[in-house]
């Protein structure tokens, strides 16, 4: 075991601060990486805050941060794919079980088994597992992904979250050419969302509930953008789209959005909002409707989404900010103000 800095929340009304923490040293399968950034995602800040407690509560202290990109500092006498000075990065999964017909078809996304990279029960050292809000840590080789050498280590970052989520369902939903994909939400995973949308060829419509991301959702690759507030911007969609993606992190109308789907239209939700949404039969009746959702993705597709952002130069447009300036990030998160992702750069948890 060795101690490594870190920032943690001790309850679920407590800022995150500075503090030390425990983490294995290497078994003969671990990759122990140097982290270099962190994206913040909003699950973060729904596990800090406790917000998830009916499905899984949070145990104290925490260490969020799943969006981890690093250098390898250390290796297992097993590991084959890594070597210290490699780049490496870590998403929300570190291990699972590897034997269900989940983890079988490479879906360790629904591992009954998984452990996340925080907040999970630790086989290693007992306690819960520590995320990237720190200085180092150490993960089993299967669970470490290569990051394309060409792409900026900051925005690259939040691809092993935001990327994953997003790129994942429209994959499965088969988002391509000549399809009219909409993308409710334009935060961390609505941004890589319409991205992803873009680079697959697809007609894409960004749903934002503020006025003044117009500019930027084009920017980013929309070909139209509807203010969501304005039911006329919203009718003049009725019954049109394949697909869409809703990333919103709070409850909200998702009839308005169910409306809009054309004959076996799907809506799949990423967001996970503290509150259940209320859904009217109607909405899926008329037309064959469906609404689903989606859980990150699995290890192979998210090397496979990395490599396709490498070859379409694709990164997360990021903030990036000291670790001394989180709390004020997740209050940023909480207003939409967020443009589109911050990422920690780690060097200032050494001065911390
Ligand atoms: P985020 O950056 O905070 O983006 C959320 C966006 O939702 C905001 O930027 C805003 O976009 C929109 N929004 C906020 N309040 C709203 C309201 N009252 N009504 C309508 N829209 C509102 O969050 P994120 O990191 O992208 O995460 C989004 C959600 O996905 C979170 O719940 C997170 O926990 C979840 N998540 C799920 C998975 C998964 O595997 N399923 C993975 C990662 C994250 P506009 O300003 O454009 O309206
Ligand atoms: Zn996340």
């Given at each position: ?139 089993d080789e299967r669970f470490v992904l290569r990051v394309p050498s060409n792409l900026d280590l900051a925005g690259a970052a ?89 990333t919103v992190s709070v409850k909200h109308d998702i009839n308005a959005y169910l409306n809009l789907l054309r004959l076996d ?54 903030e990036v900010i000291p670790i001394q300036k989180v709390n004020e990030a997740y209050e940023r998160l909480l207003k939409s ?16």
């Open positions: 075991m060795y101690n490594t800095k870190a920032y943690s929340a001790v309850s679920e009304t407590s800022p995150l601060a500075s503090t030390t923490i425990a983490r294995r040293d290497p078994t003969e399968h671990d990759v122990q990486i140097e982290i270099l950034f962190c994206g913040i995602c909003h699950s973060d800040l729904h596990s800090v805050r406790n917000e998830w407690s009916n499905i899984m509560p949070t145990v104290y202290p925490i260490v969020p941060g799943h969006e981890i990109v690093g250098r390898v500092t250390k290796v297992g006498s097993a590991v084959t794919k890594y070597k210290p000075g490699d780049l490496a990065a870590v998403g929300c999964l570190v291990d699972s079980d590897g034997t269900c017909p989940q983890c079988k078809a490479s879906l360790e996304q629904f591992c009954p088994n998984q452990t996340l990279t925080f907040n999970s029960p630790d086989k290693h050292l007992g306690g819960v597992t520590y995320g990237g809000y720190s200085d180092s840590i150490v993960v939040p691809l092993l979250c935001a990327g994953i989520t997003t790129y994942s369902p429209m994959r499965h939903w088969g988002v391509t050419k000549s399809k009219k994909v909409g993308v409710v939400g334009l935060g961390g995973l609505g941004h890589m969302g319409v991205k992803f949308a873009r680079a697959f060829g697809a007609h894409v419509v960004v749903f934002t509930t503020s006025p003044d991301k117009t500019e930027d959702a084009l920017r980013l690759g929309a070909d139209e953008v509807v203010v969501s507030r304005n039911a006329d911007e919203m009718q003049k969609h009725a019954g049109s789209f394949d697909f869409i993606l809703d239209g799907n809506i799949t939700l990423v967001g996970a909002p503290e509150k259940p949404l209320d859904v009217s039969a109607f909405s899926l009746i008329m037309g064959r409707r469906s609404l689903s959702g989606s859980n990150i993705g699995g290890i192979a597709e998210t090397q496979e989404m990395l490599d396709f952002c490498g070859e379409h130069n694709i990164t997360a447009d990021v103000d967020v443009k589109y992702r911050f990422c920690i750069d780690m060097v200032s948890l050494k001065s911390a």
